[in-house]
């Protein structure tokens, strides 16, 4: 399954303020995850260097090239599959969920700072606003009078 798409959804808030405090809560989660990955990241990619290590070792000792077959890995129609998989596919894993982490934190930073416009608005009684949103970032705002 590789780049699937994310569906839209449609958000409704009241105010302006409302969808900035939820975009807020985004961000802060965001960095709580990206953090935690972070904070993994470095622990595996010690064991992986250690295993690479070990397995070039062991790979030149046998008079053999590493290769994605020696290393299990297989695809099944669109999906790649590991088998026994070592601390270097851990961090390979890792560090595209932090990259993906990461470009999803300066989305949603770029989408909050665009969305101080809004807050200028003043009075927005009667107003509803829906919001497109693609993993969890606002894409579309529209205004609708209730």
């Not at 989660?29 to 935690?36: A, H």
């Not at 290590?53 to 590493?66: D, F, N, P, Q, T």
């Not at 101080?116 to 829906?130: A, M, P, S, V």
């Amino acid at each position: 399954m590789r780049d699937a798409k994310l569906p839209f959804k449609i958000k409704e808030y009241g105010s302006t303020q409302q969808l900035a405090e939820t975009m807020d809560r985004e961000i802060s989660d965001t960095k709580s995850k990206l953090g935690e990955y972070l904070r993994r990241l470095d622990v595996i990619q010690s064991l992986a260097e250690k295993s690479k290590k070990m397995r070039e070792v062991v790979m030149k000792l046998a008079g053999k090239k590493a290769t994605a077959e020696t290393l299990g890995e297989i695809t099944v129609g669109g999906l790649d599959v590991v088998l026994d998989a070592t601390p270097f596919h851990e961090v390979a894993a890792i560090e595209k969920v932090v990259r993906s982490h990461q470009e999803r934190l300066a989305t949603l930073q770029k989408a909050r700072e665009e969305l101080k416009t809004l807050n200028q608005l003043g009075d927005t009684e009667g107003i509803t606003f829906l919001a497109l949103e693609k993993d969890g970032v606002p894409e579309r705002i529209l205004f609708k009078i209730s």
